[in-house]
């Protein structure tokens, strides 16, 4: 489930200044990889989920789950691996679509809270 008031706060960075040594060029180089790839996970998941094919909807959910752990957002990490685990075991996968509907939807308040990240980073340099 997605946590409303991890919504409303900043991005904890804290993994990302671990693995970077508190590069602030290396975690903005992170951040912009990030905006370009979630997206385009999530239309690859998207359309396994429309497509029924819960094998590769498994997969993409897979695939895209670290990239929330990087910026803090362990909430929707958490979600999207329910979403792999009933699409793997095809249980209760009629919860899928609307899973990943709030997950779509909460991707805008990412990409705000990433763009504000980014920001104070590069005032860093």
Known sequence: MIDPAKSKEDLDLSYLREMSGDSAEFMIEML?????????YLEDL??????????AASE???KVKPTFYYVGRE????????IERNAKESVDVEIIP??????KAELAI????VAKSRAELEARL
Do not use: N
Request: charged residues 30%; hydrophobic residues 45%; glycine residues 0%.
């Open 32 to 40: 912009d990889t990030l905006v370009e790839q979630i997206p385009l």
């Open 46 to 55: 998207q359309r396994a989920v429309d497509a029924k094919d819960w094998k």
């Open 60 to 62: 993409f959910a897979h």
């Open 75 to 82: 909430d929707i990490r958490d979600y999207v691996q329910v």
């Open 98 to 103: 609307s899973a990943l509907s709030e997950i």
């Open 110 to 113: 990412i990409l705000t809270q």
